[in-house]
């Protein structure tokens, strides 16, 4: 029996509108978004934790780097599941660590610390939990780039309109940092 | 380069004291634990996010059930990576479910909900995050069972002195109900 609620993120959810309520969802049946050629799939959001965290996949073909950001009040963990994921991450100090994770591996992104990443395998899966105290942000994929029905990565990559680069970061604790530099290779 | 740190929870730490570092962890290398016959590896506790949320794993070979537990103030993720694992768990009306999570599954159990699991193939591997408004627990385990040094699964089950019982479980917002009954199978 699978079922499948109305909430206010999706006409048909897997996700349980009320939060007191323990559900389960098979693998990729989560609130599914594309946003350029990743596909993000949510299993539980704020809204299930009072806000303490969520949890979501990223799943990408090899490709560019996402670009360096950074987050004011949220704590990112990047647990790999399949394939390889490099990740590039700056401390309070100013020194940088870049490391590819395979599946496994787990690295650990807190507040305040600028960081990015690139999938350097077709089929990379990213277990993510992005929290702090000031909340959750796995809505942010889905604001700046689309809600998706269908299962799988996206078929043409979806490129947010310029103008939301301006607000939906801004929104969700994220902030781009467009003339960052990597020194580690 | 691999970097250890004395934590207060360990001599020898991958997961730094300073909770504004960032940092990676190689598959297996978190802080483990074991607890009867199963290992847990912690890869990020409290400290590290202002107890927002932890992330764990518990790997197990295929077994007894653990018992009907409730937590009152901590939200719980079961996201198998490996094997099988069998999810029990009931909700506020007691109204239960019984579902068997294979990899890419996830299961969430609110607060106040009874839950057990049990582990339905050797090599098993459930990713938990168990946090909420009260904090995280993720030392539960070592300290109902005992830090381990090595890698790999128990080699004779870790069975925990009774006295134990009535004392670590309360600590840690861990509630067994030794006459729950499940009435799904």
Redesign the interface.
Known sequence: MTMEYATRWRAASRIPAE??????????E?DRAHLFGDLITV??GGE???N??N?FTVEGPKGDIIPAHVHAET?E?F?V?QGAVR?F????EGEQ?E?V?????????????P?AYRMERHHSQV?G?A???GGTFERFFETLGTPAEGLGLPVEPFVPEPRKFGVVPREYDVRFLPDHQWRTS
Chains 1, 2 share one sequence.
Do not use: S
Not at 19 to 28: A, C, F, M, N, Q
């Open positions: 939060p007191d309520k323990p559900y389960v969802i098979e693998k990729g989560g299993y539980a299930q934790t009072e303490a965290f949890f704590y963990v647990y599941t990740l991450v700056e401390d309070l660590i490391r994770l395979t599946p496994g591996d787990f690295g650990f992104v807190p507040k305040n610390c960081h277990v939990v929290a702090g105290p």
